[in-house]
Structures are given as C-alpha cells and as structure tokens.
C-alpha cells in the first residue's frame, strides 16, 4: 500500500502544495498566489490571513487525489527572514513583514558599521541587512512602540501556519538561524540578538530540529482541510535549504542556484563556515548539514521590468497571441552577440544583498551609444544578472570548492538564460525537469522523519531527468573580461550608491 505526504512551500507570492508517494512520483500539486502590499516607500507585506487561506486551499486541493487515511503527514517549507506579532491568544497584530521590507535600512547601515554587528553575524551566521528579523524588530520597535508593546510572540509565517494547523508554536533551527537570533554554534537564541532585537527569549517560539513531528491536526482544522486528525506535521526547513535537497546539491562541493523573483547561491557543508566581512550566510538544513552561500534581491523581477518598461507593447502582442512574452524577448536577447554590443548592466533595481549587503545599491546601465537597441539591453540585463550571481558564486567558493553546479527557478525554463548563465560561469549546468525542489525535499524530510525511508539520501532516485549545458568556449573568454569589469565597476560605485539612492528619496 502506498503512503503520501504532502510538501507545502509558503513562498513570497503564492503558496504551492504537492503530494507525493514514497518513491517521490507527483500525484497532485496546487499553487494559489497572493499580492505583496507596498503601501509605502520600502514597505514589502502580506496578509497572514491570505496566506492561510491559500495554505487551505492547496493542502485540501491536493489531499482529495487519494484516500485521507494514507496521507501520513504535512511538511513544509518557507521563505525566510518573515516577521509577525501576535497577541496574547496568538493572534496577528501586524501583516507578515517579508525579506523584501526595506524599512530597516538606516538600521542595517549603523549596526553594519559598528563592532556589534560582526559580533552578531559570528554568533548567527545571518548577515546584517534590513532583511534580517534581527534588524526589523529593533527598527520596529522604536518605529510602531505602541504596537511592539502590546505583542506577545513573535513569529514568521511558517510558525504562524503550523499553530494554526496544530496549536503548537514551534520553529525548527533552519528557520530560526535565518532570523539573526539564533546562535548558530549553541543552538539557542543569542542574548546579545535578543537584547538588540528588544526580546526576550520567551517572546519566541520552542525550538526544534527539523525534522521534528507534531502528532496530529486541530480537529476542525482537519475537517476543513479533507484529513485525519491524525495527520502529522513535520517542521521542516526553510526553502533555500530545501530547494539545495531538492536538486540533489546536498553533498560538498555541490552548490545550488536559483533565479525566479530573487535568487541565491548555496553550498552545502558539514560544518558551518562564516565568512570574516560577514557577506555569505550559514544556515542549519539538518544533523551535519549546514548551507553557505548568498541571496540576491534582483533575479526575474529585473528581467519583468525589461519586459514591462522597455517591451509593454511587444509584450501584449504576445499575450493577445497565446505566446509568452518573456520567449519573445529571450529571442530578441539571443540575436545580439555575449557582452551585448559592450553594453554592462548593474541589475540593483530593489538594493541587493550578496555580494553587496548594501540597500542603497542602484541599477546602472553603461556604455551606451547611439547604436544601442532594446534588444542589446534585455541581453545586457541577462547578463548583470548572471554575473551579479557569478560574483556570489566566486565568494562562496571560498567556503567550500564547487566542483558541480544544479540550478532551478523559473529562469530554468529558458535553454537561452541557461546557456547564458553556464558560459558566465564557465562550469556546466544541470537543470533538473522538476522545478518543485522545495516541496519535494519538504515531502522526502517529512518521509524521513516518520521512517518510511530510511535517509534523505533517497531524494536522488526521486529527482528524475536532469539537462545539463556545457559552457562554450568562446563566450566563456569574452564573459571573464566582461565579469572583471563588472566587478570594477561595482567597487567604483559602490561609495557612491547611498548619495543616489538619496536623490531618489528627495523626489518623493
């Protein structure tokens, strides 16, 4: 007989549940997105509410595809670095404050320059940057004390879920290690965050290992969702440690890459690393398993930007047409030969984190002539955001050595990008078919936790038809100049980018 499990990914714009069986074959899946608030400038929030609405939707979609009685558990992923308060009887006093908030800005700059925030990212591994819970509640609780006053917990939105799935408020140590709290090396929250955060430790949730289970669903929770309630709960990680799993980049020397909304790079290791300028982060996945890598702010939403602002009437043709825009300007983008007519792209439309840690960054686009066309700059934004990507990769590689890279996300549906992003980095580049790395690895640590397979190990028999792209050689030579002044060029700029950033702020 066949046993199921659900994995479930609360991501920033929508939430997917998958089930699966025990060999990892889909049996059904479920995606249903939700808007990120931007009531004012740097604000980037969701609504509790709507999300568990989608969680809802999703899980009881997915769980009407075979008999209730042999789904055996719920396991999730998340994205990191969320924020919400709740009250006394845990109920949210704020909207979800994502990674994407930018508020905590001039927070981040003064704790970055001071000897507490090195402190504070060799005791946690998560780097300074308003991206940070550490950061958002210390600028929170002077910016809304009211309101910072009144709550009980805080929490992000995976321990939101789960209480409400459960009535357990618990946070397994991935998630806990991306919130800047969490000290990394004693497995418990770190006094001098908590104090700087204004917390204290019982404002948190319980901490547990990742693969921790919670035996059983609320009763009427259960009922809505078209389970047992005897259905258990498996913790399990945050999405970037599980997307690593969920390409089978889970032993050293592996590293993963995403590119869909944002991005980031990721090595697994066996043994936490720290880098000492602070710039990579070093998060907890599981027992002797620890990722090492850097995210970056500006991936797709770049290239939706092109397609928005610089192709908006090619773009509706091609919707009018049942095309999908983003193919058209691939195309257009392959036509003009690698570097882009000279054409170098700096892609921090929304600041960056890694390489940078810098929220002032800015987009730039140089070497402009008369000769330019459209076509030149979609190719020259593809191209920042690959080397933007490259640089993170040259940094993480002095974490761990990468010999083998996977990657996945949304761009991984274009062989164009692919190529382009492999000669860039001058390794090959395997692309597994299934882009739903993080549900799986969600739904394999949830198998595991509950011993019906005997490791996470088994996850590679489950990832299925990998492509893999060679680099080409003569693209490879002209992108290693190209990356050279890429990165001389960030070095120039970067001394510069808080007095741009400024000029935008006075036009307000």
């Known amino acids: 007989m066949s046993t199921y499990m659900i994995g479930t990914d609360l991501g920033t714009t929508s939430t997917k549940s998958v089930l699966y069986d025990q060999t990892g074959r889909v049996i059904a899946n479920a995606n249903v997105g939700y808007p990120l608030y931007h009531d004012q400038p740097d604000m980037a929030e969701e609504d509790p509410e709507e999300i568990w609405q989608a ?57 970055q320059a001071s000897p507490l925030g090195n402190q504070l990212y060799q005791a946690t591994g998560t780097p300074i940057h308003p991206m940070s819970p550490l950061v958002k509640l210390h600028w929170f609780a002077n910016a809304h004390p009211g309101t910072f006053a009144a709550a009980r917990y805080v929490v992000g939105i995976k321990e939101y879920i789960i209480e409400r799935l459960t009535g357990q408020l618990q946070m397994d140590y991935s998630m806990a290690n991306a919130t800047g709290l969490f000290n990394l090396h004693k497995f418990k929250w770190e006094p001098a965050a908590l104090a700087f955060a204004h917390l204290t430790a019982s404002q948190l949730p319980t901490l547990v290992d990742t693969n ?95 397609r928005d602002q610089l192709f908006p009437a090619e773009s509706e043709a091609a919707k009018q047409q049942g095309q999908d825009p983003y193919d058209q300007l691939t195309a257009l983008a392959a036509a003009v030969p690698a570097g882009a007519h000279g054409l170098l792209f700096h892609p921090y439309l929304s600041g960056e984190r890694a390489p ?52 996945t996300g949304g761009f991984a549906r274009s062989p164009f990008w692919c190529q382009l992003l492999t000669d860039i980095l001058g390794q090959p580049l ?79």
Not at 364 to 386: F, Q
Not at 454 to 466: A, D, E
Request: charged letters at 15%; proline letters at 4%; hydrophobic letters at 45%.
């Open 356 to 407: 940078l840690w810098n929220a002032n960054a800015r987009g730039s686009m140089l070497g402009v002539t008369p000769t330019t066309t459209r076509a030149d700059m979609a190719r020259a934004v593809l191209e920042g955001i690959s080397m933007n990507l490259n640089a993170v990769v040259q940094l993480t590689k002095k974490a761990e050595p990468i010999h083998a890279i996977r990657a």
């Open 212 to 306: 921790a289970v919670i035996r059983g669903l609320q009763p009427t929770v259960a009922n809505s969702l078209g389970l047992k309630a005897t259905t258990n709960v498996v913790m399990g990680a945050s999405d970037g440690a599980l997307s690593n799993l969920g390409v089978g980049a889970d032993e050293p020397g592996v590293a993963a890459i995403t590119i869909g909304t944002s991005g980031a790079v990721r090595v697994m290791t066996t043994k936490p690393y720290l880098d000492p300028n602070g710039r990579l982060f070093c998060y907890y996945v599981a027992k002797d398993r620890w990722i090492v890598g850097g995210p970056i702010n500006n991936g797709g939403q770049v290239f939706r930007w092109v």
């Open 55 to 111: 969680v809802q939707k999703t899980i009881h979609q997915v769980s009407q595809a075979v008999n209730a009685d042999d789904i055996v558990g719920i396991a999730f992923s998340a994205a990191m670095h969320s924020v919400i308060l709740l009250d006394e009887h845990r109920q949210p006093l704020t909207r979800v404050i994502t990674w994407a908030d930018n508020r905590a800005a001039a927070v981040a700059s003064d704790l």
């Open 430 to 508: 395997t692309i597994p078919v299934s882009f739903e790395s993080s549900c799986l690895a969600a739904a394999v640590m949830g198998f595991e936790a509950l011993d019906i397979v005997p490791n996470l190990n088994v996850i590679h028999t489950m990832i299925g038809t990998t492509n893999t792209y060679q680099p080409q050689a003569a693209n490879q030579d002209r992108y290693r100049q190209l990356q050279a002044t890429f990165d001389h060029v960030t070095a120039a700029l970067t001394p510069l980018y808080a007095e741009i950033a400024g000029l935008a702020r006075t036009d307000r």
